[in-house]
């Protein structure tokens, strides 16, 4: 009897835990956006300079048909690019294990791929690209989105446990059987930890990739709409457009997370659940 009810308490705690962390947000999201509204009609503020949230609702639902299908268009250079980042990342982070002398004659320039501005090579790359916008901004946005991945997957790699990889060693275990039994599993949190990075990084290298392009037409992105709204001075469609983004940007976020914490839910420290 003790057990079962230490159990149903240990339960309704996690319940409760888990309605304050989903509660608490929703209700501070609803007040700023009250208070938002409230200042807007107090201060008078002419919609071109603040609109209020219950304009920029009205104007989402009025454009939703472009504004949506200019954010398919983002979406899709999103995916291309993060996939391909994950990948190569991955792929490469792998080459970095093999031997140290590669992983220090090349770590260096993923290190000089990441701190280069994108909006500074973002021109570049379209020029070179010139018969295929699409390809020219999938590879502006993997460029914001490898170097997370590499890092983190080259550190969870590395910092395997020195025992364990003794212990393969003793056993006269191939380098590859070490890497796909032991270094992959023990570096799995790092390279999802890293994908959860990249999949906001991947959206912002999109969107900032499309603003230096500025392509319209019906494969126009949803950066163009945000473009093209601040230059008409159509604020509350421009901020229609940014609530998009960044629902999005959410939404990536929350889908990586959930598919971290399956993968690791059953076995791995930071995503079990431990009754108190």
Sequence with gaps: MTILRRHKSSSVNANQRVSIDVIAPIVVGILALVAWEIFVRVTGLPPYLLPGPLLVLQTLINDWNELFASLLVTLQITVVAFVAAAVSGLLISILFTQSKWIEKSLFPYAVILQTTPIVAIAPLIIIWLKNNTFAALVVCAWIVAFFPIVSNTTLGLNSVDRNLVNLFQLYKSSKWQTLLYLR???????????????????????????????????????????????????????????????????VIFVGLTVLSNWVLGKWHESAVKHEN
């Design 184 to 250: 992959l599993p023990s570096a799995m949190p790092y390279f999802l930890g890293g994908l959860r990075i990249s999949g906001g990084l991947a959206l912002i290298g999109a969107v900032v990739a499309e603003f230096v392009a500025g392509t319209g037409g019906a494969r126009s992105g949803i950066a163009y709409r945000i473009l093209i709204s601040s230059y008409n001075l159509q604020i509350p469609r421009m901020f229609a457009a940014l609530l998009l983004t960044t629902g999005l940007g959410v």
